[in-house]
């Protein structure tokens, strides 16, 4: 499994960016690419093309889909 995530060009700058320790604990399986609108990056629409693609965000509802 391969992690893409997706940010804005301002998040780099961040003390805060959660990017680059993802990156820096899971190496080659895991980059940040910088998502523009308007013009997104080959690689996402390839992988979404092949659909393999999951897409994942936070939020506050609770998910209940692991539980027993």
């Not at 003390?15 to 609108?37: C, Q, Y």
């Amino acid at each position: 499994m391969n992690i893409i995530l997706l940010t804005h060009q301002r998040e780099l700058s961040k003390k805060t960016n959660t990017g680059v320790l993802v990156t820096d604990v899971l190496e080659e399986s895991a980059k940040v690419i910088i998502w523009e609108r308007t013009n997104p990056s080959p690689d996402i629409l390839t992988a979404i093309e092949k659909g393999k693609v999951a897409l994942l965000y936070p939020t506050d509802v609770k998910c209940t889909c692991f539980s027993k």
